[in-house]
């Protein structure tokens, strides 16, 4: 199986992982997959690839799928859902960094065979570290203002493209332009920072094109009173 080909089963299987988290357990499934999301992507990108001629790490899915639920929140369940689970997401990724190199402090015993794989997936550099961070912060707190924005606008149900697309697009942006430029600015040089750049946000906006539709189905289900069960049903009511 190609890079290309398997890319496009991560795409459907990350989207229709959030659609039954959601059709299940409704904004409390949503809040469940961001914190997970934003752990796995942060795992996902230690690993390189060529894919579409171009060089990419991986993550790109998964961490887009945040965006997806923030999107799904905001037009389901308002502006302050949103940014609940951007909250949400940020602890789990502060946390498990912590958590993750306070166990690597531990010495290991010599039957050990663990210390080295988890070293290089969580030992991550202070910069890198700061710069997944800010872009994290700024790009998802950005997408929940700008949806809020977008849909007082553009209202109707039918312009949940136009809403849905508008703040992911721009977010990703914002997201691509502050992890490359902390990450990276001034160890690599121009050239080489802009095909960084170029890459990595190709392949978001290609998942932030494709997340439009699981936004309506969301939308749809919520209409129907299905999304979360009974359980969030009772809750709502």
């Known amino acids: 199986m190609t890079n290309e080909l398997l890319w496009g089963v991560t795409l459907v299987c990350n989207f229709g992982g959030i659609s039954l988290a959601y059709r299940l357990w409704g904004k409390t499934g949503l809040y469940c997959w961001v914190a997970m999301a934003a ?58 960094t912590g958590a993750m190199n306070l166990a690597l402090l531990y010495i290991p015993h010599e039957s050990d065979f663990a210390q080295g794989p988890m070293q290089a997936l969580f030992s991550v550099m202070p910069r890198v570290a700061l710069a997944s961070l800010a872009a994290y912060g700024i790009s998802q707190y950005h997408d929940v203002w700008a949806y809020d924005f977008w849909r007082k606008r553009f209202p109707h149900v039918r312009h949940i493209w136009i809403r849905n697309n508008c703040s992911t697009l721009v977010s990703q942006l914002l997201d691509t332009a502050v992890f490359v430029s902390i ?55």
Not at 71 to 96: P, Y
Not at 200 to 226: H, I, N, Q, S
């Open 39 to 96: 752990i796995l992507a942060n795992v996902q990108v230690m690993k390189t690839v060529s894919l579409f001629g171009m060089v990419a790490t991986l993550g790109n899915i998964i961490y887009g799928t945040s965006f997806l639920a923030t999107d799904i929140l905001s037009e389901n369940h308002g502006k302050a859902a949103a940014r609940q689970a951007v909250a949400i997401g940020f602890f789990s990724l502060i946390f498990t």
């Open 183 to 237: 990450a990276f600015a001034g160890i690599y040089s121009w050239p080489v920072l802009a095909q960084i750049f170029c890459s990595t946000y190709v392949l978001k906006l290609l998942v932030a094109l494709a997340d439009t539709p699981f936004v309506y189905l969301a939308r749809r289900w919520k209409d129907r009173g299905v999304a979360g069960g009974p359980a969030e049903t009772l809750q709502q009511g």
